[in-house]
C-alpha cells in the first residue's frame, strides 16, 4: 500500500516485530497488585449460603417477669477457614422456652435479626439497639445485681457477650492501677461498715457480691455504688461522683 509523505523526511528507524510485541504490552495496564488474593475472600452477605453445620452456642436466661427460663442459640458460620482471613460471624439466632406468653415477637425477633447477620457489614449496633429497650412496667436486677431495663435489653446484652466471644465486638479491659483502686475501695469500705452494719462485700474474684444496702451505678448498671467519706463510689467499675 502507498503512502505519501508531505513532509521532509529528516530521520528513520527499522521497528522489529519484537519491537512491537513490546510496545503493545506496554500499553496494556498493570494488574492490581493484590487483585487476585481480594477476589478469593469471601465477605458475610445474604447470598452466602448455609452450610449443613454451623457452630452454635446456648445461653440460658433467668428473668422474674418469665416463669420458665429462655434459651437462646445463636450459631455462627466460620468464613475463609484454613485461611489468614478466617473469621467467625453470627448467622442465626433461636430462643426457646416452655412459656408462650411472648412467643409471638420472640419469633419475630429472631427472625429479623437473623436477616440482619445474614446481611453482613458491622451487625454489632443491634446490641445497642437492644439494650436501650426499656419495659414500661419497670426493669429488674439480675444476680450480681447488674440491672436489666427489660428482657429484650437481656437477650440483647446475651448477643454483646456472644460477639465478644468471637472478636466482634472488644471490651476494654480495666488497667492494673484501676484494679488496685476498686480494690483498694472495697477493702476501706468492709473495714468501716462490716463492723457495724454486718454486711459482706467480696472484694476479689469472680461472682463479687456488693452490699444489700448499694444503689445502682448509672455508669455500669450494677448495684454496687456505696457513700464512702461523703462521696457515692462505685465498687465495681470504680466511678467517684467526686471524680
Same mark, same amino acid.
Request: neutral net charge.
Given at each position: 500500500?502507498?503512502?505519501?509523505?508531505?513532509?521532509k523526511?529528516? $530521520?528513520?528507524?527499522?521497528i522489529?516485530?519484537?519491537?512491537?510485541a %513490546?510496545?503493545?504490552q506496554?500499553?496494556?495496564?498493570?494488574?492490581?497488585?493484590?487483585?487476585?488474593?481480594?477476589?478469593?475472600?469471601?465477605?458475610?452477605? !445474604?447470598?452466602?449460603?448455609?452450610p449443613d453445620?454451623?457452630?452454635g452456642?446456648?445461653?440460658?436466661?433467668?428473668?422474674? /417477669?418469665?416463669?420458665?427460663?429462655?434459651?437462646v442459640?445463636?450459631?455462627?458460620?466460620?468464613?475463609?477457614?484454613?485461611?489468614e482471613?478466617?473469621? %467467625?460471624?453470627?448467622?442465626?439466632?433461636?430462643?426457646?422456652?416452655k412459656?408462650?406468653?411472648h412467643f409471638?415477637?420472640i419469633?419475630a425477633l429472631? %427472625?429479623?435479626?437473623s *436477616?440482619?447477620?445474614?446481611?453482613?457489614?458491622?451487625?454489632t449496633?443491634?446490641?445497642? !439497639?437492644?439494650?436501650?429497650?426499656?419495659?414500661?412496667?419497670?426493669?429488674?436486677?439480675?444476680?450480681?445485681?447488674?440491672?436489666? #431495663?427489660?428482657?429484650? *435489653?437481656?437477650?440483647?446484652?446475651?448477643? @454483646?457477650?456472644? /460477639?465478644?466471644?468471637i472478636?466482634?465486638?472488644?471490651? #476494654? @479491659?480495666l488497667?492494673?492501677?484501676?484494679?488496685?483502686?476498686?480494690?483498694?475501695?472495697?477493702?476501706?469500705?468492709?473495714r468501716?461498715?462490716?463492723?457495724?452494719?454486718?454486711?459482706?462485700?467480696?472484694?476479689?474474684?469472680? $461472682?463479687?457480691?456488693? #452490699?444489700?444496702?448499694?444503689?445502682?451505678?448509672h455508669k &455500669?448498671?450494677?448495684? *454496687? /455504688?456505696v457513700?464512702m467519706?461523703? +462521696?457515692?463510689? +462505685?465498687?465495681?467499675?470504680?466511678?467517684?461522683? &467526686?471524680?
Amino acid at each position: 500500500m502507498a503512502v505519501k509523505i508531505e513532509k521532509k523526511i529528516k $530521520g528513520y528507524s527499522v521497528i522489529s516485530a519484537e519491537d512491537r510485541a %513490546r510496545e503493545a504490552q506496554a500499553a496494556q495496564p498493570a494488574p492490581a497488585p493484590s487483585e487476585g488474593k481480594v477476589a478469593d475472600v469471601i465477605q458475610m452477605h !445474604e447470598r452466602v449460603e448455609r452450610p449443613d453445620v454451623l457452630i452454635g452456642s446456648t445461653y440460658k436466661i433467668k428473668t422474674p /417477669l418469665v416463669e420458665h427460663a429462655m434459651y437462646v442459640t445463636i450459631n455462627d458460620i466460620v468464613l475463609n477457614p484454613g485461611t489468614e482471613h478466617e473469621q %467467625r460471624r453470627p448467622f442465626e439466632v433461636f430462643i426457646n422456652s416452655k412459656s408462650m406468653d411472648h412467643f409471638q415477637w420472640i419469633v419475630a425477633l429472631t %427472625r429479623i435479626m437473623s *436477616a440482619v447477620f445474614r446481611k453482613g457489614g458491622d451487625v454489632t449496633f443491634l446490641v445497642d !439497639e437492644m439494650k436501650a429497650v426499656f419495659d414500661p412496667r419497670g426493669g429488674y436486677f439480675k444476680a450480681g445485681g447488674v440491672y436489666m #431495663p427489660s428482657l429484650v *435489653a437481656e437477650i440483647g446484652a446475651v448477643v @454483646e457477650d456472644h /460477639l465478644k466471644s468471637i472478636g466482634l465486638i472488644v471490651d #476494654p @479491659e480495666l488497667s492494673e492501677h484501676q484494679r488496685a483502686l476498686i480494690a483498694e475501695k472495697r477493702a476501706a469500705y468492709e473495714r468501716a461498715m462490716q463492723p457495724a452494719a454486718n454486711e459482706s462485700v467480696a472484694i476479689t474474684g469472680d $461472682g463479687t457480691t456488693f #452490699p444489700p444496702s448499694a444503689t445502682m451505678c448509672h455508669k &455500669c448498671s450494677t448495684k *454496687a /455504688l456505696v457513700l464512702m467519706d461523703g +462521696c457515692a463510689t +462505685c465498687l465495681n467499675c470504680g466511678y467517684s461522683k &467526686c471524680g
